[in-house]
T-cell receptor, first 116, second 115 residues
Framework: AQTVTQSQPEMSVQEAETVTLSCTYD???????LFWYKQPPSRQMILVIR??????QNATENRFSVNFQKAAKSFSLKISDSQLGDTAMYFC?????????????FGKGTKLSVKP | DSGVTQTPKHLITATGQRVTLRCSPR?????VYWYQQSLDQGLQFLIQ???????AKGNILERFSAQQFPDLHSELNLSSLELGDSALYFC??????????????FGPGTRLTVL
């Protein structure tokens, strides 16, 4: 069974600084996807960034980028130029790319606080 | 707005009762997923339906059941409720299922409180 581990329950960063959130996963699959979701105080789940396992290039979305280390099964999220609106819970998630299921497996989350 | 709607937003009920949570997927989406978010268990996948048929089961209790109707909306039924069932229940939808990537769009959730 696949597992996702986020070892940092809470983190804080100063506004405009850079922060990196860690995630490791365990799977025997070769075809899969990895995601970072943001959950602000409104509780809405918002997709931040996606990485396909077959792509060597790290995904980037504006201020958000990932460091995908497939051999190490590591998938960290870097937030540059942190903004107050980045304050939220961040969840790392795994999706198997094959088979008949498409459900997400989530880590426990990291609570990020951006301080002015 | 993701295009996924969930009703009701909040639900307060007593132990032993039964409730039904409703989800309407985005227009054109055939897959519906149900997730439970609780303080102790985190975010857990419960069940998936694709075009009316059950496709995958996760950590769903026997007291819980779901179905997807011909108009593709889905309902999650929770019965013999216990205090530990208090959680935020999310519905998500996607165009298809697996094989190719299908982004899941999440609804706003239904907050269930069991007293």
């Amino acid at each position: 069974a696949q597992t996702v581990t986020q070892s940092q329950p809470e983190m804080s960063v100063q506004e405009a600084e850079t922060v990196t959130l860690s995630c490791t996963y365990d799977t025997s699959e070769s075809n899969y996807y990895l995601f970072w979701y943001k959950q602000p105080p409104s509780r809405q789940m918002i997709l931040v960034i996606r990485q396909e396992a077959y792509k060597q290039q790290n995904a980037t979305e504006n201020r958000f980028s990932v460091n995908f280390q497939k051999a190490a099964k590591s998938f960290s999220l870097k937030i540059s130029d942190s903004q107050l609106g980045d304050t939220a819970m961040y969840f790392c998630a795994f999706m198997n790319g094959g088979g008949s299921q498409g459900n997400l497996i989530f880590g426990k989350g990291t609570k990020l606080s951006v301080k002015p | 707005d993701s295009g996924v709607t969930q009703t009701p937003k909040h639900l307060i009920t007593a132990t032993g009762q039964r409730v039904t949570l409703r989800c309407s997927p985005r227009s054109g989406d055939l897959s519906v997923y149900w997730y439970q978010q609780s303080l102790d268990q985190g975010l857990q996948f419960l069940i998936q339906y694709y075009n009316g048929e059950e496709r995958a089961k996760g950590n769903i209790l026997e007291r819980f059941s779901a179905q997807q109707f011909p108009d593709l909306h889905s309902e999650l039924n929770l019965s013999s409720l216990e205090l530990g069932d208090s959680a935020l229940y999310f519905c998500a939808s996607s165009v298809g299922t697996s094989g190719v990537y299908n982004e899941q769009f999440f609804g706003p959730g239904t907050r269930l409180t069991v007293l």
